[in-house]
């Protein structure tokens, strides 16, 4: 039988450990500097600070050598050698060659893919300026200002948090003077409503992204707008006003898409890692001009390389992935919280949940054994200072989330109010550096009582602390930043699936639920058209469907 990473020395001797942790306070391990010095890393402008994490150099040795068990320098080579990691769909992972440079060479099955990420950028390139500089009109010669993308999950959550990101940067806001962006993902009839109200098919340009372009809601919204089109202009006008993304060029093309106006990519970008494809760099180029997301691919490749050639002493998603295989596998924390102190980032931690979770939410090895453990994490999160004003109370006197806080140095658009030392980032940021040690050190009763707190509100009043968290520091936000963001995390993630030994770029879980509701689909039509009976179903589903046909008939 295959071995599981819960079977080797490695992993039962960090859970010994544990007890030791257990041992100690933050407040402790805190009052060390030389700790703290060491629980320090720097690369490429970001600073990670992980010493409020629960450990010490014997647990962060021991998760070295966690890694070690668990082959995961091995595995990241694979990965980057363009081997076929995804074993169940028999795939090579190869993002990292969707922002590698020009020159780079980054094989898969024996052939060097980055011309071909080349071309389509290239294309894209080109695509977007002609839109741009309205030398690519609508069907009645007006210029395309607006771009509806529709997609769901990963052809969707990326892109959005991209936008989302740089929507303030001034750089980005120049650059998208007149134009705008829109996001079309949910089948809900609203979702459609709220994207094309306001907006005039003459000067519009749908963008369908869907890796496989079978995707139910996609394919369906893809036929609203076509038709929203053709209603306004005439069919022929979906020649000038849609174009698609996706890896099925002949299902494009059997939408009634031509494929001169498709953007290809490949089986080996896992959709929730395909914002550096073009599901994300077309609709974002063609808002902020391909320069600005040139510098997007950069930043990640910077983290790519980090990730590929770095010692994992100074390896930041090394680091990240071990701590967070830490806190779920040994201190017992499931969750995560993710918490940008930048309202620009509002969209990440959306993003980051279906990185994470559609990828690392898996109940057996890569090899098909069960875990005899959990894996995976629960990933939540919303900007700072409006989560503290949420769900931060849970966080600090109810149960143990680990917490990334992640701050930005030079804000985007900085406001310094007269008579006001301090500016309303630093504001922002104040919080930022003081959640952590709030966290990390809680609050005595010795304290309280110091305080004259009246006797029958210090247990309200205390907070246990000793509660985990890390902190990462952004220069800026700018479109650089925002791709090493992004990649950090990606690899992040793919460490503690490797760590775990599971595979972290399938995502079986997803069908049952599809298949379950083409089957009500089914039913619903039979119902509406024929008069069948809802059948097949238990009691439940067949009473609210029957409920749902009943009231919604008339
Ligand atoms: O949610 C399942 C999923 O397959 C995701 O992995 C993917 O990002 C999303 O659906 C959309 O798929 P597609 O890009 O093929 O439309």
Not at 201 to 206: A, S
Not at 523 to 528: D, F, K, Y
């Amino acid at each position: 039988m295959a071995s599981l990473i819960s079977d080797t020395d490695a992993w039962k001797n960090l859970k010994a450990h544990v007890e030791d942790i257990n041992k100690t306070h933050l407040r402790d391990l805190m009052s060390d500097a030389a700790r703290c010095n060491s629980l320090m890393v720097e690369y490429d402008g970001i600073l990670l600070d992980y010493s409020r994490q629960r450990v010490n150099s014997d647990t962060i040795g021991k998760l070295f050598k966690l890694a070690e068990a668990a082959n995961l320098k091995e595995k990241i080579n694979r990965m980057y050698n363009g081997e076929h990691i995804n074993s169940t769909e028999n795939r090579a992972v190869l993002h990292v060659a969707l922002r590698a440079a020009r020159d780079a060479t980054i094989q898969s099955n024996g052939k060097n893919v980055v011309p071909d990420v080349w071309n389509v950028l290239d294309k894209i390139q080109d695509f977007s300026e002609k839109v741009r500089n309205g030398s690519w009109v609508g069907a009645t010669g007006k210029p395309l200002k607006d771009v509806v993308a529709i997609g769901i999950g990963g052809s969707f959550l990326g892109p959005l948090f991209v936008h989302t990101a740089l929507q303030t940067d001034p750089e980005a806001i120049k650059s998208a003077e007149g134009r705008q962006l829109r996001f079309l993902a949910n089948v809900d009839p609203i979702d459609v409503a709220k994207n094309i109200t306001g907006l005039n098919p003459e000067t519009t340009l749908v963008v369908v992204v869907s890796k496989t372009f079978t995707t139910a809601e996609t394919m369906l919204n893809a036929r609203t707008l076509r038709e929203w089109i053709s209603a306004a202009l005439g069919p022929s006008a979906v020649a000038k006003h849609m174009v698609a993304v996706s890896t099925n060029l002949p299902l494009v093309e059997k939408f009634g898409i031509d494929p001169n106006n498709a953007f290809a990519f490949w089986d080996w970008v896992g959709g929730r890692y395909s914002v550096c494809s073009a599901v994300g760099v077309l609709p974002l180029s063609l808002q902020y001009g391909f320069s600005v997301v040139e510098k997007f691919l950069k930043g990640a490749s910077s983290i790519d390389q980090h990730f590929y050639t770095s010692p994992f002493e100074k390896n930041i998603p090394v680091l990240l992935g071990l701590l967070s295989v830490w806190n779920v596998s040994f201190l017992g924390h499931a969750a995560r919280a993710i918490l940008p102190y930048s309202q620009a980032l509002e969209k990440f931690a959306p993003h980051i949940q279906q990185v994470s979770m559609e990828s690392n939410g898996k109940g057996v090895s890569i090899d098909g054994v069960p875990l005899p453990f959990e894996a995976g994490e629960i990933d939540f999160g919303e900007p700072g200072t409006n989560g503290q004003h949420s769900f931060y109370q849970l966080i600090h006197q109810g149960r143990v989330i680990p917490c990334d806080f992640i701050g930005v140095v030079k804000s985007q658009q900085p406001v310094y109010l007269k008579g006001e030392v301090v500016s309303n980032h630093d504001e922002l940021m104040s919080n930022f550096f003081a959640q952590p040690d709030a966290l990390a050190y809680g609050k005595t009763p010795e304290q309280l009582h110091k305080e004259n707190v009246p006797e029958h509100l210090i247990s309200h009043k205390t907070f246990s602390g000793n509660r985990p968290s890390l902190s990462i520091l952004l220069p800026s936000l700018s479109a650089y930043n925002i791709g090493q963001l992004l990649a950090i995390y990606e690899h992040r993630i793919a460490v503690e699936g490797f760590v775990w030994g599971i595979n972290s770029f399938d995502q079986w879980g997803v069908e049952l639920g599809k298949s379950l509701a083409t089957q009500v689909r089914k039913q619903l039509n039979a119902s509406r058209t024929k008069g069948q009976p809802i059948e097949g179903f238990n009691h439940s589903t067949t009473t609210l469907l029957k409920r749902y046909l009943e009231a919604s008939s008339d």
